[in-house]
């Protein structure tokens, strides 16, 4: 058994699915003081925590075996990292999941900081005045706005203003520019640029290229007037320099949901009267909560069985050498090689790679992912990103890897071949928009599937009936179906992945075996 602990509260979706596996022994201490929470950590394997527990010091001196973090959420502020990273803990989050609450929040202060929606409605409904006079705003056509930052949360805020007509601006040093041109943005190398934009909103992480990236100097070349918006990070505007630029007005309108230290219930931003601010409601919507416990329960589970560690900050990879639109890649690799080895138990005898497209070019950290996932299953706690290589040279386990620079199917395509001394098995997968990573052949089948969770591998004659007896059999032992996708190929035969809700026992394995038209059965967890 493995044991997940969930320091801070999340969705009860999240809960659920840990609490709905045979092998997670999931303990939710929410609501324990942090003093008492620390007492509990000797055992763990995976923790989950939120912005309210600090792993610091205190914390890491309070682990045991600990394998893992999963931060329920983008923010890491509240992690020591460099101390995980020294005692061999990965630290991951979840940096999705409230992407489109963090998108709709934007838009919400933008719209705000036009309108005065807020203020307009303080005076009418608070104070009983009817003076439309007081409220003329601007319009958001024709207007220009810059966009610091176009990862998943920008690049989306600018499609939505592309809806308003407005002209788009984005700066980011780290995009190809063609994900901006091909929405029809207009994308810049310079800075500059985005200061004599009539709005500026910010989207990028907080590091130390873009902590106070505005301040007093880049706020004297903006044009007057100018509206800013930051529901990224706090520190990212410099907030002396902000409350100045207010108070004078060369700020018309600011709209903030982040704050250098928060709970910010006496900065002094709060008493101007052309801010509006949130407390920190960038992901505060019913869907991403929900998304967000799911997505973090699901890398807690990767993460307890070994199989993956999904969105990993301090994995041994060089950040210069491995762009964000490639990890995602190493993730799937490293998931084809735990598909494989549970697929095709045995001594590894040979790893074979077959990177085509733009992943090519990082065939060795892809070889180190592939290594990891293929020894999980049999090595655990032995194997690691470090010693990967090391250890399959020493087992004389033949690895090779193949490339190709275009893809024939794919934009990016990876294949691993594993073969024991039993037989050889191929899966293929890659990773598609919004970072979907799907299987898409297994030993010549075309599939499309995720590769997580209870999956049955079926294999069969095709012939009639086979559907309906897999599921006769999955329902008198009470296993529900989750998702059934088939392949078949030209030898007319067919392979089924089962995805199911519960563990299959043995029983059931022999029955499925005892279909006429059985080929090969296999179980699989991811």
Not at 267 to 295: C, F, M, R, W
Not at 448 to 470: A, C, H, Q, R, Y
């Given at each position: 058994m493995y044991k997940i602990i969930v320091c801070d509260h999340i969705h009860q979706k999240g809960l659920d699915l840990l609490a709905n596996q045979n092998d997670i022994d999931m303990q939710n201490l929410a609501d324990l003081p942090k003093d008492e929470l620390l007492k509990n950590l000797k055992d763990?394997?995976?923790?989950?925590t939120r912005s309210s527990t600090s792993v610091d010091e205190k914390f890491l001196s309070s682990i045991g075996k600990l394998k893992a973090?999963?931060?329920?959420?983008?923010?890491?502020?509240?992690?020591?990292?460099?101390?995980?990273?020294?005692?061999?803990?990965?630290?991951?989050?979840?940096?999705?999941?409230?992407?489109?609450?963090a998108v709709e929040l934007t838009i919400t202060h933008i719209l705000n900081a036009i309108r005065?929606?807020?203020?307009?409605?303080?005076?009418?409904?608070?104070?009983?005045?009817?003076?439309?006079?007081?409220?003329?705003?601007?319009?958001?056509?024709?207007?220009?706005?810059?966009?610091?930052?176009?990862?998943?949360?920008?690049?989306?805020?600018?499609?939505?203003?592309?809806?308003?007509?407005?002209?788009?601006?984005?700066?980011?040093?780290?995009?190809?520019p063609s994900k901006a041109t091909d929405m029809g943005v207009i994308y810049t190398?310079?800075?500059?640029?985005?200061?004599?934009?009539?709005?500026?909103?910010?989207?990028?992480?907080?590091?130390?290229?873009?902590?106070?990236?505005?301040?007093a100097t880049q706020i004297a070349k903006m044009k007057d007037g100018v509206i800013l918006i930051n529901c990224a990070r706090g520190g990212?505007?410099?907030?002396?320099?902000?409350?100045?630029?207010?108070?004078?007005?060369?700020?018309?309108?600011?709209?903030?949901?982040?704050?250098?230290?928060e709970p910010a219930i006496d900065n002094k931003l709060l008493d101007l009267d052309n801010i509006y601010v949130t407390p920190h409601i960038g992901a505060n919507t019913l869907e991403s909560q929900e998304k967000i416990a799911q997505e973090a329960a699901q890398s807690a589970l990767e993460a307890a069985r070994g199989a993956n560690y999904p969105n990993a900050l301090n994995l041994p990879i060089?950040?210069?050498?491995?762009?964000?639109?490639?990890?995602?890649?190493?993730?799937?690799?490293?998931?084809?090689?735990?598909?494989?080895?549970?697929?095709?138990?045995?001594?590894?005898?040979?790893?074979?790679?077959?990177?085509?497209g733009e992943i090519s070019k990082y065939s060795n950290s892809l070889i180190t992912f592939a290594l990891v996932g293929a020894f999980k299953s049999s090595l655990e706690e032995g194997i690691n990103y470090v010693n990967a290589q090391f250890l399959a040279k020493e087992r004389g386990v033949d690895v090779r890897v193949h490339t190709k620079e275009v893809s024939n199917s794919y934009k990016n395509l990876v294949t691993i071949t594993l073969t024991t001394a039993q037989?050889?098995?191929?899966?293929?997968?890659?990773?598609?928009?919004?970072?979907?990573?799907?299987?898409?052949?297994?030993?010549?089948?075309?599939?499309?599937?995720?590769?997580?969770?209870?999956?049955?591998?079926?294999?069969?004659?095709?012939?009639?009936?086979?559907?309906?007896?897999?599921?006769?059999?999955?329902?008198?032992?009470?296993?529900?179906?989750?998702?059934f996708r088939l392949g078949r190929n030209t030898n007319k035969e067919a392979l089924a992945i089962i995805l199911i809700d519960n563990q299959i026992p043995q029983q059931v394995i022999e029955e499925l075996k005892n279909i006429p038209a059985c080929l090969s059965i296999r179980s699989v967890t991811i």
């Amino acid at each position: 058994m493995y044991k997940i602990i969930v320091c801070d509260h999340i969705h009860q979706k999240g809960l659920d699915l840990l609490a709905n596996q045979n092998d997670i022994d999931m303990q939710n201490l929410a609501d324990l003081p942090k003093d008492e929470l620390l007492k509990n950590l000797k055992d763990a394997d995976v923790v989950i925590t939120r912005s309210s527990t600090s792993v610091d010091e205190k914390f890491l001196s309070s682990i045991g075996k600990l394998k893992a973090i999963v931060r329920a959420g983008v923010g890491v502020d509240n992690i020591d990292i460099q101390n995980c990273s020294r005692k061999g803990i990965v630290v991951m989050n979840v940096p999705t999941a409230n992407t489109i609450a963090a998108v709709e929040l934007t838009i919400t202060h933008i719209l705000n900081a036009i309108r005065n929606f807020p203020s307009a409605d303080s005076q009418l409904r608070i104070q009983r005045k009817w003076k439309r006079e007081d409220w003329y705003g601007t319009e958001l056509k024709g207007k220009k706005i810059g966009i610091i930052g176009f990862g998943n949360i920008g690049s989306r805020v600018g499609s939505r203003l592309k809806a308003f007509e407005m002209e788009v601006l984005a700066y980011d040093p780290y995009i190809l520019p063609s994900k901006a041109t091909d929405m029809g943005v207009i994308y810049t190398k310079n800075f500059e640029d985005i200061l004599h934009c009539d709005i500026i909103t910010i989207h990028t992480p907080k590091n130390e290229e873009t902590k106070n990236i505005i301040t007093a100097t880049q706020i004297a070349k903006m044009k007057d007037g100018v509206i800013l918006i930051n529901c990224a990070r706090g520190g990212l505007y410099n907030e002396e320099d902000l409350c100045n630029a207010l108070k004078n007005k060369k700020i018309r309108w600011a709209g903030i949901d982040v704050f250098n230290k928060e709970p910010a219930i006496d900065n002094k931003l709060l008493d101007l009267d052309n801010i509006y601010v949130t407390p920190h409601i960038g992901a505060n919507t019913l869907e991403s909560q929900e998304k967000i416990a799911q997505e973090a329960a699901q890398s807690a589970l990767e993460a307890a069985r070994g199989a993956n560690y999904p969105n990993a900050l301090n994995l041994p990879i060089k950040e210069t050498e491995i762009p964000k639109n490639i990890r995602c890649y190493l993730e799937l690799t490293q998931k084809l090689g735990f598909f494989c080895a549970q697929s095709n138990k045995g001594a590894i005898t040979s790893i074979h790679i077959s990177a085509e497209g733009e992943i090519s070019k990082y065939s060795n950290s892809l070889i180190t992912f592939a290594l990891v996932g293929a020894f999980k299953s049999s090595l655990e706690e032995g194997i690691n990103y470090v010693n990967a290589q090391f250890l399959a040279k020493e087992r004389g386990v033949d690895v090779r890897v193949h490339t190709k620079e275009v893809s024939n199917s794919y934009k990016n395509l990876v294949t691993i071949t594993l073969t024991t001394a039993q037989e050889s098995l191929s899966a293929s997968g890659t990773v598609f928009d919004e970072n979907i990573i799907k299987l898409t052949n297994i030993n010549g089948f075309t599939v499309d599937i995720e590769p997580k969770g209870k999956m049955i591998l079926f294999k069969n004659t095709d012939v009639p009936g086979v559907i309906g007896s897999v599921g006769n059999i999955l329902a008198k032992h009470d296993i529900n179906i989750a998702d059934f996708r088939l392949g078949r190929n030209t030898n007319k035969e067919a392979l089924a992945i089962i995805l199911i809700d519960n563990q299959i026992p043995q029983q059931v394995i022999e029955e499925l075996k005892n279909i006429p038209a059985c080929l090969s059965i296999r179980s699989v967890t991811i």
